[in-house]
């Protein structure tokens, strides 16, 4: 997430615009963003995971690490957005509402009170289902960059997790642009991460046991 937020977003708007073409029509594509997204967070996992959580090389490590990190975007994404919605549909309902819409211009006003009082309910919800695909997204994600490290093939561990990552996210982005309905769309993520943990779990016997026992390198790309 502090990858996306420090390095690739600033790039993607201030950067990507001024390239000659045809590098930001590619770069601001559906295939282009999503692959670039799984770039830099698995380059940030990697490096983290190389330079700060060197001796933290269990599966459970990994499942944390992958844990910590979709939870924190979850937070930042969808929790404070909820919790705003929360206490604006509270107003709504005490007869608060007219307080707050002084504060806003007509037109925002009428539009945010519209989007809450009009949503159903079970679409606030597909948001968290979203973010629970996320963070299984995530953790497999880690769980191959680990892997790679634990079996000296921290290329190959890394290359498949970007192409995992931005697979993931071309999915999402590719049905929403087809006007896909939001509902089988979530549908479609959430078979998706359930095959992530049929692997997720079939993963375990690849890493060490315990905190200090090693797992013997594999030939293969370093």
Do not use: Y
Not at 3 to 9: E, I, K, L, S
Not at 24 to 51: K, Q
């Amino acid at each position: 997430m502090l990858a996306q937020v420090v390095t690739r977003m600033p790039l993607m708007a201030l950067v990507v615009p001024n390239l000659p073409e045809p590098w930001p029509s590619v770069l601001m594509s559906g295939p282009g963003a999503s692959f670039s997204a799984g770039l830099f967070e698995e380059t940030a996992r990697l490096l983290l995971m190389l330079w700060l959580l060197k001796h933290l090389r269990r599966w459970i490590d990994g499942v944390s690490f992958g844990l910590g990190h979709g939870g924190i975007e979850a937070v930042l994404l969808l929790g404070i957005a909820n919790v705003n919605n929360l206490v604006l549909g509270v107003l709504i309902n005490s007869g608060g509402w007219d307080a707050v819409a002084q504060t806003l211009p007509g037109e925002t006003a009428e539009q945010l009170r519209s989007a809450l009082v009009d949503t159903s309910p079970w679409m606030f919800l597909l948001g968290g289902v979203e973010r629970l695909a996320a963070i299984s997204l995530h953790i497999a994600c880690s769980l191959l960059v680990l892997a790679g490290i634990v079996h000296g093939r921290k290329l190959l561990g890394w290359v498949a997790a970007v192409l995992l990552h931005g697979s993931f996210n071309l999915v999402a982005v590719a049905m929403a642009g087809a006007g896909v309905n939001l509902v089988l769309v979530e549908a479609v993520l959430v078979a998706l991460a359930i095959g992530l943990w049929v692997a997720i779990v079939r993963s375990r016997p690849l890493f060490p046991q315990g905190p200090t026992s090693e797992v013997a390198p594999t030939p293969g790309v370093a």
